[in-house]
Nanobody, 122 residues
Framework: QVQLVESGGGLVQAGASLRLSCAAS????????MGWFRQAPGNEREFVAA????????DYIDSVKGRFTISRDNAKSTLYLQMNNLKPEDTAVYYC???????????????WGQGTQVTVSS
């Protein structure tokens, strides 16, 4: 099993920045591509960004391109999401997830964290 624990969420004003972290533990040798998802109240969970094992390939939804950066430190088994110029529509619970394949996709993630709340006020 793989355990994922997110941290770094909070309440900020529009235009501010936050960096989310996701610490992986357990049998992490079987995980490859990782991603961030979010779910706003009343909405379905949506894909935000993904990164390959080596970090050489990334994918973002259009609404966060140029503002969010996904990265990872495999030595620390940690995934990051740097979020700049936050907007009220970014308000959601953010989840990290891991796949057992290194193919970047927007679904098919096997392991999930419990989520961290990000609230952006206008």
């Amino acid at each position: 099993q793989v355990q994922l624990v997110e941290s770094g969420g909070g309440l900020v004003q529009a235009g501010a920045s936050l960096r989310l972290s996701c610490a992986a533990s357990g049998r992490t040798a079987g995980t490859y591509a990782m991603g961030w998802f979010r779910q706003a109240p009343g909405n379905e969970r949506e894909f935000v960004a993904a990164i390959s094992w080596g970090g050489g390939s990334t994918d973002y939804i259009d609404s966060v391109k140029g503002r969010f950066t996904i990265s990872r430190d495999n030595a620390k088994s940690t995934l990051y999401l740097q979020m700049n110029n936050l907007k009220p529509e970014d308000t959601a619970v953010y989840y990290c997830a891991a796949r057992t394949s290194n193919i970047l996709t927007r679904d098919g993630y096997k392991y999930w964290g419990q989520g961290t709340q990000v609230t952006v006020s206008s």
